[in-house]
């Protein structure tokens, strides 16, 4: 048997952690027997060593070892890419093809991020880890395979299973031993050394000379949370060492490396809100959510006063904050405005009975969808079409609102396609 020294030599693995040793420790002893091991620990621990030793230094060795990431395959896929699929089982499958699991058989599959399978994917997973058994996409033929399995995951799996998210069964059977790897916070002896390692390895990949550190940016780089663990500090020691032209780093300079932020994302994120009300593209995207939510909202309110009060000419007056809000400033009466609110006439005055989604959905194609519709009329705009429009434009004396009622579309429409057509 290896010792964790020659392991963590040949899987370029760094540190002198109790902790890391003993995690290594239980891959060695793990490794020949063929049970599941569920790798735990944050993101950028290096978890993804843990199943490759376990690989090497199994009599599956010369097998082979496919790694796959859960959470990156699309849902719809998942399925056929680890169980394989029949020709014809669904469009596009124009020939038969092998999941990983049988390709796989006689080695090892590592299964990333294993809390993010779809509910059915764990079915069929449940099913190979109890007796080998898979069938793939679109068959009814069981086959047999031989598979070890590694899984990792880095959210709380008992809070996945509460939430009715991963299968409980299914994670008794894949963490008969579970392996933890210690975020790096908690492994301070090992910071700096991890810093040197790569320090010196970048000075050598850009030929500059290594970075050093100041006592107290040591005590600096010891002391922060490192929310990104290995993976941040490996991007903070590359940065360094590529932009600062003084080889000398005191902690002013490192504190330019270490973003200051509570939150558990590890990415360098200004805190100055300087030129706008948004940190962050999520923050915009937030806010256009609640502004469509906002005017959901008001479009519901004034669909409600419309079903309400029927025809009632006054609707329109009460709810005049509402419509301003919804199709813009009255101070600029566009001709946007002036047809919204034309079209509101017509709505006011429902010809039958309809029922509350009816109105809402024709409220919603009418002004939200308005430009797709309007692309596709005037895609489909032919001659007919356009002595129509003329006719009526004839017959109401160039009276616009007049015409357009009579032909059915807003007033915006035929104004588009009154400057669109050159009538
Ligand atoms: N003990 C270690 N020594 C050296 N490099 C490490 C160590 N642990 C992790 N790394 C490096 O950190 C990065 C993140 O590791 P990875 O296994 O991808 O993390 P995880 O899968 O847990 O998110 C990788 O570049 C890896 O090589
Ligand atoms: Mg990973």
Request: proline share 3%; net charge negative.
């Amino acid at each position: 048997m290896e010792s964790i020294q020659a392991i963590k030599q040949r899987f370029g693995i760094i540190g002198n952690d109790p902790k890391l040793n003993r995690s290594i420790e239980k891959a060695i002893q793990v490794a020949p027997t063929d049970i599941s091991v569920l790798v735990t620990g944050e993101s950028g621990v290096g978890k993804e060593s843990i199943p490759k030793i376990i690989h090497q230094i199994s009599h599956r060795k010369h097998g082979k070892y496919i790694a796959v990431n859960c959470g990156a395959i699309p849902e719809g896929t998942i399925d056929s890419e680890l169980f394989g699929h029949e020709k014809g089982a669904f469009t596009g499958a124009t020939t038969t093809r092998s999941g990983y699991f049988e390709v796989a058989d006689g080695g090892t599959i590592f299964l990333d991020e294993v809390g993010e399978l779809p509910l059915t994917t764990q079915v069929r997973l449940l099913r190979v880890l109890e007796n080998g058994e898979f069938i793939k996409v679109g068959s009814s033929k069981v086959q047999k395979t031989n598979v070890r399995i590694v899984a990792a995951t880095n959210v709380n799996m008992f809070e996945a299973i509460k939430k009715e998210k991963f299968r409980e069964d299914l994670y008794y059977r894949l963490s008969t031993i579970e392996i933890n790897l210690p975020p790096l916070r908690a492994r301070k002896d090992d910071i700096h050394l991890l810093f040197r390692k790569f320090a010196s390895d970048f000075a050598l990949k850009y030929k500059m000379p290594t970075v050093k550190l100041t006592d107290d940016a040591v005590n600096a780089l010891e002391n922060y949370r490192w929310n990104g663990n290995i993976r941040q500090l490996r991007n903070v020691a590359e940065q360094v060492s590529v932009l600062e032209q003084n080889r000398t780093i005191d902690n002013k300079t490192l504190q330019n490396y270490l973003p200051n932020i509570g939150s558990n994302l590890p990415a360098v994120v200004s805190n100055s809100k300087s030129e706008s009300d948004f940190s962050s593209e999520r923050e915009i995207l937030y806010k256009v959510l609640f502004d469509m939510k906002g005017d959901l909202n008001d479009l519901k309110k004034l669909t409600m006063e419309l079903m309400k009060k029927g025809s009632d000419a006054d609707v329109q007056k009460d709810n005049e904050h509402l419509i301003q809000k919804i199709y813009g400033d009255a101070d600029e009466k566009d001709e946007e405005f002036e047809a919204a609110v034309e079209d509101l006439e017509i709505l006011a005055i429902p010809e039958h009975k309809e029922t509350a989604e009816e109105i809402i959905s024709e409220a919603a194609d009418k002004y939200h969808f308005a430009e797709e519709i309007e692309e596709e009329e005037t895609l489909s705009l032919h001659d007919k079409e356009l002595e129509l429009i003329k006719k009526s434009l004839e017959r109401h004396s160039g009276k616009r609102k007049l015409a357009a009622a009579e032909l059915g579309i807003s007033e915006r429409t035929l104004y588009r396609k009154i400057k669109q057509f050159d009538l």
